[in-house]
């Protein structure tokens, strides 16, 4: 096996991009998809850099070319891979893209010939001219080059477009539609119907830290498809523990007396409850709840719609007077599960 794999051309899913952070990294790779300019993506390993990489090839006018991957990691295969000629991987890449994965792992030789081979693009080996390069590196550049690990030349000739890739850690909108696609996909994958992410699980997703990032998602996922066997996928399935609020509620817990039991007002209450703890932050109230932003954010958008708005402060949470306090710690969220719950039977 060389360093450097040939893929054939395939449609490949967009990013999502559901937070601030991830919307202006997918803005960037779209501007710069139709030209030939020279894309460096940097960001922490496994959050998707090569994604993205398929995604700019994919929009731009090379997305029937091949799409090629340097592992540079391999140092000394990599190295070889640079020195070869007709079958290396520039030549394969011709009328294509090229991708330069963690470049900065390149030994100091491996970094000399690929300067030579980007300044002398009309040289051997056949195709440098017409390949598209995108390199990616998890690493602070700037602080090799500084400390001379890494050639201030070469940078600065990489360096023409670099787009900023966010950790999962800092776009949480992304997090459960990115797991929802994942889990489709691996389900596909594995020939069974995707199994519904529940409550439960989409809270321990929620309050994962995932060092990993969607690397460390997708493996997480996966497991869960094998675990799950096509029933709902539970905290245990990912092999995670869910957070407190959403633990199996005590034997007999009763719901407040005076609160409503009708479905849509205790899915109201659970809502206004949690906006009202996290001060309106949205984002919060969603990881309170175990459900996804976008779900928060169309409920909330349909009560508007309605003339009914539901917003943090606006309203006491109680029946009436007379009526309950507010809604216990843990309740709200567990309101919630019990209604998921209640639907999906």
């Known amino acids: 096996m060389t360093a450097a794999a040939v893929l054939a051309p395939r449609p490949a899913p967009s990013p999502v991009a559901e937070s601030p952070a991830m919307r202006e990294a997918l803005l960037a790779a779209h501007d710069v998809a139709p030209t030939p300019t020279t894309v460096l993506i940097l960001g922490e390993s496994g959050a998707g850099k090569e994604i993205l990489a398929r995604e700019i090839h994919g929009r731009s006018q090379r997305a029937a070319g091949s799409f090629v991957v340097l592992h540079c990691a391999a140092a000394d295969r990599a190295e070889g891979e640079l020195l070869a000629g007709?079958?290396?991987?520039?030549?394969?890449?011709?009328?294509?893209?090229?991708?330069?994965?963690?470049?900065?792992?390149?030994?100091?030789?491996?970094?000399?010939?690929?300067?030579?081979?980007?300044?002398?693009?009309?040289?051997?080996?056949?195709?440098a001219a017409e390949a598209r390069v995108i390199a990616t590196s998890h690493h602070d550049l700037p602080a090799l080059v500084e400390s001379g690990r890494f050639r201030s030349d070469l940078y600065y000739r990489l360096n023409v477009f670099p787009i900023a890739l966010p950790p999962l850690r800092a776009r949480p909108e992304d997090l459960l539609p990115l797991a929802e696609g994942l889990l489709a996909e691996a389900a596909e994958a594995a020939g069974i119907a995707p199994p519904a992410l529940g409550p439960g699980a989409r809270a321990a997703l929620v309050a994962?830290?995932?060092?990993?990032?969607?690397?460390?998602?997708?493996?997480?996922?996966?497991?869960?498809?094998?675990?799950?066997?096509?029933?709902?996928?539970?905290?245990h399935h990912l092999g995670l523990t869910a957070p407190p609020a959403l633990e199996a509620a005590p034997s007999g817990e009763r719901l407040p007396d005076?609160?409503?039991?009708?479905?849509?007002?205790?899915?109201?209450?659970?809502?206004?409850?949690?906006?009202?703890?996290?001060?309106?932050?949205?984002?919060?109230?969603?990881?309170l709840l175990g459900i996804g932003l976008r779900t928060l954010r169309n409920k909330l958008r349909t009560?508007?719609?309605?003339?009914?708005?539901c917003e943090a402060g606006a309203r006491q949470i109680t029946p009436g007077p007379g009526g309950p306090g507010p809604i216990p710690a843990g309740l709200a969220a567990r309101l919630w599960a019990r209604r998921s719950q209640m639907e999906r039977a």
């Open 86 to 127: 007709p079958g290396g991987p520039f030549s394969r890449a011709a009328g294509g893209t090229l991708l330069l994965d963690e470049v900065s792992e390149l030994s100091p030789a491996a970094q000399a010939r690929l300067l030579r081979l980007l300044q002398e693009r009309e040289s051997s080996p056949p195709g």
């Open 258 to 287: 005076g609160l409503p039991l009708d479905l849509g007002r205790l899915e109201r209450l659970a809502i206004e409850e949690a906006l009202r703890r996290v001060q309106g932050n949205r984002t919060h109230a969603a990881r």
């Open 303 to 309: 009560w508007r719609e309605a003339g009914d708005p």
């Open 208 to 235: 994962h830290p995932f060092p990993g990032n969607v690397r460390e998602l997708r493996n997480l996922v996966e497991r869960a498809v094998v675990r799950s066997r096509g029933l709902a996928v539970e905290p």
